[in-house]
């Protein structure tokens, strides 16, 4: 397994966004309780908003199915995602965290 960081770029806010914010973050608490996200956070200070998400899998393509059924992706809040693999040079990501 390796890490792979995700990045979502967020369309304007609306109230379907906010609608759907707290299934949004019930789906990431699940991942992060299996031990496939390992961290995660909004990125405030861009435009658009966005976040950063680091993923632990297999390929690109497995974490980019895994992603594909968050419910902000899915119901098409997110203009743009990226999911590159991380190569950590320096420090690490604690377990259970």
Same mark, same amino acid.
């Given at each position: 397994? @390796?890490?792979y960081a =995700? #990045?979502? @770029?967020?369309? %304007?806010e609306n &109230?379907?966004?906010?609608? !759907?914010? %707290? #299934?949004h973050v019930d789906f990431l608490r699940e991942l992060h309780e299996r *031990?496939?996200?390992l961290v995660s956070g909004r990125l405030t200070e861009c435009d %658009?908003?966005?976040?950063?998400l680091i !993923? $632990? *899998? &297999? +390929? =690109?393509e497995e974490v980019?199915?895994?992603m594909d059924e968050d419910p902000i992706? +899915? *119901? *098409?809040? =997110? +203009?743009? $995602?990226? =999911? $590159? $693999?991380?190569? !950590? @040079?320096f420090g690490g990501i604690e377990e259970g965290k």
């Open positions: 397994m @390796a890490e =995700v #990045t979502y @770029a967020y369309v %304007p &109230d379907e966004m906010a609608a !759907i914010r %707290p #299934t *031990g496939t996200l %658009p908003l966005g976040a950063l !993923i $632990r *899998g &297999d +390929s =690109v980019e199915a895994t992706y +899915s *119901g *098409g809040f =997110v +203009s743009e $995602r990226l =999911v $590159r $693999r991380w190569n !950590i @040079a």
